[in-house]
Nanobody, 126 residues
Framework: QVQLVQSGGGLVQAGGSLRLSCAAS????????MGWFRQAPGKEREFVAA????????YYADSVKGRFTISRDNAKNTAYLQMDSLKPEDTAVYHC???????????????????WGQGTQVTVAS
């Protein structure tokens, strides 16, 4: 089993930056693609960004492309989401996720993920 523990998040003014972390523990050798999703009140959980196990392949939702950066440090079993130029519409609960399927390089669909973090609130004030 794998546990994902998130940190970071909080309240920031529009145009500001935040960094989210997602630390994996347990059977981390079974962790391959990792990603971030977000869910705003009254909305479905939506894809934000994903990264392959090697870190060499990245994919972003159009809404965050050019502003957010996903990365990972496999030596620390940790994934990151650097969020810059934040907008009020980025306000949501952010969840990290990990896949145990090595055949799915950069999963962008939530059903392809096996493990989820506890979620962290990001609030962007206008």
């Amino acid at each position: 089993q794998v546990q994902l523990v998130q940190s970071g998040g909080g309240l920031v003014q529009a145009g500001g930056s935040l960094r989210l972390s997602c630390a994996a523990s347990g059977r981390t050798l079974s962790v391959y693609g990792m990603g971030w999703f977000r869910q705003a009140p009254g909305k479905e959980r939506e894809f934000v960004a994903a990264i392959s196990w090697s870190g060499g392949f990245l994919y972003y939702a159009d809404s965050v492309k050019g502003r957010f950066t996903i990365s990972r440090d496999n030596a620390k079993n940790t994934a990151y989401l650097q969020m810059d130029s934040l907008k009020p519409e980025d306000t949501a609960v952010y969840h990290c996720a990990a896949s145990k399927d090595p055949s799915v390089g950069i999963p962008t669909i939530k059903t392809l993920y096996d493990y989820w973090g506890q979620g962290t609130q990001v609030t962007v004030a206008s």
